[in-house]
């Protein structure tokens, strides 16, 4: 049973996120403010109802389709890898640390510390890549959002 649980799990996981984002979209997006009817039925509300809907549905359907398949293939391999599953709990507990350093240390002094992070624990040691690609994913990052999108990113303490 434990098995079964930790083989579903991220779908689960998933979809469950996918129906709280669902749930929560009206009360993000306020339409009271449009006036007049809609006659296209596109409004504020859509996309995300499209996104959440297709997390949900993707999900389920990795569980459903695509689970059968590995299981078929992998009886020999029963054993559930722990240390994947390690993996993953420590990636996330370092995006929920990062959520918190951004206002305090800036988003490109954070998302630099993550990415690098985030590599090491999945297992890249080449240090060359850790310096390069979050230096260069987090300066292009702040770029497109202040430049293209016109939105700030949080500066910190630093610049």
Known sequence: MLVILYKYAPSICTALIGLAIFILVPFQI??????????????????????????????LLEIILINRKKTKES?????????????????????????????????????????????MVMGNRKILQLILVPVITSVLLNYIFTTFLGRTLPTGIFF
């Open 30 to 59: 306020d339409l009271s403010h449009m006036r007049g009817s809609n006659l296209s039925g596109v409004d504020a509300r859509t996309l995300p109802y499209l996104l959440s809907f297709s997390i949900i549905f993707l999900s």
């Open 75 to 119: 009886n020999a391999n029963k054993k559930p890898q722990y240390l994947n599953m390690l993996r993953v709990c420590i990636t996330f507990l370092s995006i929920v640390l990062w959520i918190l350093l951004v206002p305090i240390i800036g988003f490109i002094i954070s998302m630099i510390i993550l990415l690098a992070f985030v590599m």
